[in-house]
């Protein structure tokens, strides 16, 4: 960029400052109508990310139990791990025998360790398993059937029914929260843009003047798409204090965690780092286009 290029663009930096402040009342109108709608944008990103990590979490957790026949052999079982390790979509897997399960199960419980205690081994009704988790949640139930079909598996659990359920409704909390941030976004640059309006109609000699001393059309929007920068980074200024010092706060309070263990919250750094400053895009992007709009349809130029 030349000399001259900076200059006009640090001059039209100025002008947008001087617009700003000149119009103090109605510049205060847009960065409120700003500010308000990005709080909005900043709980429903907040909440649709903790709801789509929470999402994630559960299905991560959820594992296929495999039961084993109660007469397997060593290398039955070795045969049938190869099996499973071969199964594409299988993340990982992990081996219990039923005496792991069993002592688990009476460190559990006084009533599991009185009945387990009596039993010989091969009375034993505990089956081995193998912990198979998938790594894509969707495609658990195929793998599940085909696990099922291999010898010597007596049976295999995974909450069927249930998370094909909690996959529907995690995909549609994910799509409706992502409607709702557009859909706000969308409002905000409507009403920024008609805010902007009744600041250039009041502006309007101004702009007749920049004419009449030739000012090219360009050279009139810029000033005015700069103002919807500043105000747009003004009004995003309070959500992102209360983005930072909010949810810090939440996390805090309740010490990483809704309800009860398994709904976790996302941890704040740099979680609400990366929503603030994608709260700033937003706002500088939104009062952009509101004045662009503004100048655009509402003024002719």
């Not at 119009?23 to 700003?34: G, P, R, W, Y």
Request: glycine share 6%; net charge negative.
């Amino acid at each position: 960029m030349n000399m001259k290029g900076l200059r006009i663009f640090f001059r039209n930096i100025r002008d947008s400052f001087k617009g700003v402040f000149r119009n103090f009342s109605l510049s205060l109108a847009s960065i409120s109508c700003i500010t308000i709608t990005l709080l909005v944008v900043a709980i429903s990103i907040v909440l649709s990310e903790n709801v789509n990590n929470f999402a994630t979490l559960i299905e991560k957790d959820v594992t296929i139990v495999t039961f084993l026949d109660l007469d397997i052999t060593e290398e039955e079982k070795a045969s049938l791990e190869q099996e499973i390790r071969a199964l594409n979509g299988v993340e990982s897997y992990e081996f219990e025998s039923k005496n792991e399960i069993s002592q688990s199960m009476m460190e559990e419980s006084d009533t599991f360790k009185t009945i387990l205690e009596g039993l010989e081994d091969s009375e034993s009704p505990i089956q081995d398993t193998f912990l198979v988790k998938v790594s894509n949640i969707e495609e658990i139930g195929d793998i599940a059937k085909k696990i099922e079909k291999m010898d010597n598996v007596s049976t295999v659990k995974y909450g069927q029914g249930m998370v094909e359920q909690l996959i529907t409704v995690f995909e549609t909390v994910k799509k409706i929260s992502i409607g709702v941030v557009v859909a706000l976004i969308l409002v905000t640059a409507f009403l920024i843009s008609n805010t902007i309006k009744i600041t250039i109609d009041s502006r309007k000699r101004e702009i007749e003047i920049m004419r009449l001393v030739g000012a090219s059309n360009i050279n009139i929007k810029i000033p005015f798409i700069f103002e919807g920068l500043f105000l747009g980074a003004l009004g995003s200024i309070i959500p992102i204090i209360v983005t930072i010092y909010g949810y810090n706060a939440l996390y805090a309070n309740f010490n990483g965690q809704l309800f009860s263990p398994f709904i976790k919250l996302i941890e704040p750094q740099p979680f609400s780092l990366f929503v603030s400053l994608l709260l700033l895009v937003i706002g500088i992007l939104v009062g952009m286009f509101g004045s662009w709009r503004a100048v655009r349809k509402h003024l002719k130029i």
